[in-house]
């Protein structure tokens, strides 16, 4: 299984643990598992429109300058 590489150490992980889904989230996992990397990419396209639009940002105040970011999204950092 793919998931059994997944690690999040000291994090709480909604989806995930110990390589296999959480009570209630196979599903889930199945349906991440079966996209194409074509289908990821588009949703993470149409994800992080959603997350400019509805302004869903964080600060960093230790910068000058425009200090307000979008909360990143990256498929890639996730084991499917």
Do not use: H, K
């Not at 590489?5 to 889904?21: K, T």
């Not at 990419?41 to 429109?49: F, G, N, P, T, V």
């Not at 105040?61 to 200090?67: K, L, P, Q």
């Amino acid at each position: 299984m793919a998931w059994a590489l997944y690690a999040s150490p000291g994090c709480w992980d909604e989806l995930i643990v110990n390589g296999r889904p959480r009570e209630g989230c196979a599903g889930v996992v199945n349906y991440l598992a079966a996209l194409t990397i074509a289908e990821l990419q588009d949703r993470q396209r149409a994800a992080e429109l959603a997350i400019q639009a509805m302004g869903i940002t964080f600060t960093v105040y230790s910068e000058a300058g425009d200090i307000d970011r979008a909360r990143p999204f990256d498929w890639r950092r996730s084991p499917w």
